[in-house]
């Protein structure tokens, strides 16, 4: 039995996640923790400033280590770094490989600018809104209800919860992802209007061990193809060697 990790994005939970319950092969064992930054949890990590640590400690709890760490959006730039901060210590992190789904990268500083900090800000209810709509297809709701659902939903993640992700988004230049061997793919969507695809195959250029995947599709594959996206992290675990059994005590 081989364990895929499942970490969710900023305002989003676990149930992000549910479509895939029946595409997973019965050898594959799947951990979908809630994480602090849930949409509901926001208020008791609002004031966090090293959510990596957390990513850390989260995985620390997968009984036996995952195999594979899946990490969606705002996540995956948590994972990101504690794979550069682990690799620049000299103690990688034990895990095999790792899936970065729509990751927000930039290499460097300057390509931050003043002008984009609005529209990421305004950005965020029309994500929000998306991935109510893609959970919500087999019973709709009216588009000016789920803009106020995003709304609200927007406003539970608050000022805070909202630059715990920008201010790592402007650290992302600052990872040494050169010096992280961990396999990893890399998957955006040609789509997305919030994490441009353009920087997910830029990061999968600089990681030492990547693969990019630039697909059809939005901020959400998990909710737009959920077989299509089960099979491929399946694939890609398939290609990944067994972990390594630590030694036995004398």
């Known amino acids: 039995m081989r364990k895929v990790a499942l970490l969710h994005g900023l305002g989003?939970?676990?149930?992000?996640?549910?479509?895939?319950?029946?595409?997973?092969?019965?050898?594959?064992?799947?951990?979908?923790?809630?994480?602090?930054?849930?949409?509901?949890?926001?208020?008791?990590?609002?004031?966090?400033t090293d959510s990596a640590a957390l990513v850390e400690e989260t995985l620390a709890a997968v009984p036996g280590g995952a195999d594979l760490v899946v990490a969606h959006s705002f996540s995956s730039v948590l994972l990101l770094e504690l794979l550069c901060r682990?690799?620049?210590?000299?103690?990688?992190?034990?895990v095999p490989a790792v899936v970065l789904v729509n990751p927000f990268y930039r290499s460097s500083a300057d390509s931050f600018h003043w002008d984009m900090i609005e529209p990421t800000l305004h950005d965020f209810p029309r994500t929000m809104a998306e991935a109510i709509r893609l959970q919500t297809v087999d019973?709709?709701?009216d588009p000016e209800l789920?803009?106020?659902?995003?709304?609200?939903l927007c406003e539970w993640v608050g000022p805070y919860g909202w630059l715990r992700f920008f201010d790592t988004y402007l650290r992302t230049p600052l990872f040494r992802v050169d010096l992280v061997e961990t396999r990893c793919l890399v998957m955006g969507g040609a789509d997305d209007l919030s994490a441009p695809a353009a920087e997910a195959s830029l990061l999968a250029?600089?990681?030492?061990?990547?693969?990019?995947?630039?697909?059809?599709?939005?901020?959400f594959p998990m909710l737009e193809r959920p077989r299509w996206f089960a099979e491929t992290v399946q694939e890609f675990l398939d290609r990944t060697p067994d972990r390594v059994a630590p030694a036995a005590g004398i």
């Open 12 to 48: 989003n939970n676990e149930a992000i996640w549910s479509s895939l319950a029946g595409h997973w092969r019965t050898d594959v064992e799947v951990y979908a923790p809630q994480l602090p930054w849930n949409g509901g949890g926001i208020a008791d990590w609002r004031y966090e």
């Open 86 to 94: 682990r690799a620049a210590t000299g103690n990688p992190l034990d």
């Open 139 to 141: 019973r709709p709701i």
């Open 205 to 219: 250029s600089l990681l030492p061990a990547a693969e990019p995947l630039i697909v059809p599709g939005g901020h």
């Open 146 to 152: 789920r803009a106020d659902m995003a709304r609200r």
